[in-house]
């Protein structure tokens, strides 16, 4: 009897041990998971100290810029604590099809072939692509994607700015590689002639490298390509994207501008 008495009381202080972790805050309603790169600034970066504007993802890392702000701003509006979740690129889409991660804010643009797999929300910021190139070289001074024919250019892997390279005539499209830093070590060694970007990564880029430079091209002869990036969330989830949606609505124009600039300001610098 007495070694039934003592099954039973092992027995409910199980239960009641696990009826005690069941009380523990419900991380699914309160916590938005947001997955990004941390590696693409100034949408997103990963630095060692703290601020007004980072948020930590790890002992002893944090995550910052324009997505982070972004996604703070919007889980503040629908009544959750941002979480980043430091995320490889190529792992963003099956993350937030396995219920791992809530939405994608990580510079992403909406694609057919994305569309397929996730929802999107209307953009949340719009860009202008643009190459960089080595300061002294000829092509600093080019007008026209075509006068990059027969030149080696290079791009992000798995990204729209990969698959405009094509657009140019002749050119020698580079394997991409899969983070910015590898990609301006490759120019800076002379084995790229130029990098496809999105202007305000390439104003990162050359502000930490003066050796490099911003080509523009004339109205009508450069890529044509979306540069707006939209949040991303599982198709099941209408419900997240609608919060997720109104509370964009209510961003203005003017404050993502002054968002992205003030990312810029203080991003880190992008180095080879």
């Known amino acids: ?55 930590q993802i790890s002992s002893v890392d944090y995550a910052d810029g324009y997505d982070v702000v972004m996604a703070t701003a919007i889980a503040n509006a629908i009544g959750r604590k941002v979480e980043i979740v430091k995320t490889e690129w190529d792992a963003l889409i099956p993350s937030l099809n396995a219920g791992a991660i809530d939405c994608i804010i990580a510079g992403m643009t909406e694609t057919p072939e994305r569309a397929q797999e996730v929802s999107f929300t209307t953009p949340y910021y719009e860009s202008q692509m643009v190459v960089i190139v080595r ?72 502000s930490a490298n003066p050796d490099l430079a911003i080509v523009t091209f004339d109205e009508g002869k450069g890529f044509v390509v979306d540069t707006s990036v939209s949040i991303a969330v599982a198709k099941e989830n209408t419900d997240l994207l609608n919060q997720i949606q109104a509370a964009l609505d209510n961003i203005s124009e003017d404050q993502r501008l002054q968002m992205m600039q003030d990312a810029v300001d203080r991003q880190p610098a992008i180095e080879g």
């Not at 390279?165 to 394997?175: A, L, Y």
């Open 1 to 55: 009897m007495k070694k039934i008495l003592i099954v039973l009381m092992l027995m409910l202080l199980v239960g009641c041990g696990t009826s005690n972790n069941s009380t523990a805050p419900e991380t699914n309603e309160e916590v938005l998971r947001v997955g990004m790169e941390c590696d693409y600034a100034p949408f997103n970066w990963t630095q060692v100290s703290g601020s007004d504007t980072a948020v």
């Open 135 to 206: 300061k002294d070289s000829e092509l600093a001074n080019i007008t026209d994607i075509q006068q990059l024919s027969g030149y080696n250019v290079l791009g992000q892997a798995n990204t729209t700015y990969d698959e405009i390279i094509d657009q140019i005539n002749g050119v020698n499209h580079m394997v991409p590689l899969a983070t910015y830093p590898r990609m301006v070590l490759s120019l800076q060694s002379g084995e790229a002639d130029a990098l496809t970007a999105e202007l305000p990564v390439a104003n990162g880029v050359v």
